[in-house]
């Protein structure tokens, strides 16, 4: 693998993980805790239908793209929800769909919080749950918790059963709490393997702590 190669990879990771912080940083910083509120006024009259050609178009607004939805998700703090992925010596236990190169493969890993922010984890793949291996390894992650969302990134290594190589991953997870032991999220890696592409892999995932 060439040294502009393992730049690119490096730099998708960690523009993510920037972006990511930055974002989550941001709004953390400016959303208090739930509070007590008047009730909202009536919404105002819906605005007038432009007539254009004989077509009638609406002045709506467009429909919220998936990195809109996702940052709408993850900065709608709950506070209540603090302490999900502050427990000590914790374990997160993260199953998920994976799509890369076109392919899709499920996926599951293992995060154990062994000290302080860092982390051992383990990570396995296949066509299908129960379907055999297609590719496992395990690496170190390393965490931090903004309110009730853990933003982690990881790097591990490990063999490619199809490929019969080894290969590592460089990666970057945002986990939501949904309740005080379950959470969902997405995540974002790309691959360190002898003839496979920079291109990113995406997961989407869900799992649960204790």
């Known amino acids: 693998m060439n040294k502009t190669t393992m730049q690119k990879r490096v730099g998708i990771i960690g523009a993510a993980l920037v972006i990511g912080l930055a974002t989550l940083g941001a709004y953390a910083q400016t959303s208090p805790p739930p509070a007590t509120v008047a009730p909202a006024a009536p919404p105002p009259a819906p605005a007038p239908t432009a007539i254009v050609t004989g077509q009638s178009v609406s002045n709506s607004i467009a429909p919220a793209t998936f990195f809109v939805t996702a940052e709408n998700y993850f900065t709608s703090f709950n506070h209540d929800l603090a302490g999900t992925f502050a427990k000590p010596k914790q374990i997160e236990v993260i199953s998920g769909v994976d799509t890369y190169d076109s392919k899709m493969s499920a996926a599951l890993s293992l995060d154990y919080q062994l000290w302080n922010h860092l982390g051992i984890r383990a990570t396995g793949r296949g066509a299908t749950v ?17 309110v009730d969302v853990d ?4 790097a591990q290594g ?20 949904l309740t005080e032991n379950t959470f969902a999220g997405i995540s974002l890696y790309v ?5 496979v592409g920079t291109s990113p892999g995406f997961s989407v995932l869900t799992g649960f702590t204790f």
């Not at 129960?130 to 903004?146: D, M, P, T």
């Not at 933003?151 to 990881?154: G, H, P, T």
């Not at 691959?191 to 003839?195: M, R």
Request: proline letters at 2%.
């Open 130 to 146: 129960g379907a055999a291996l297609s590719n496992a390894g395990a690496g170190i992650s390393y965490h931090r918790v903004v």
């Open 151 to 154: 933003i982690s990134v990881y």
């Open 158 to 177: 490990g063999w490619d059963f199809d490929r019969k190589q080894a290969r590592g991953e460089l990666g970057v997870q945002f986990l939501k709490a």
């Open 191 to 195: 691959p360190i393997e002898k003839g």
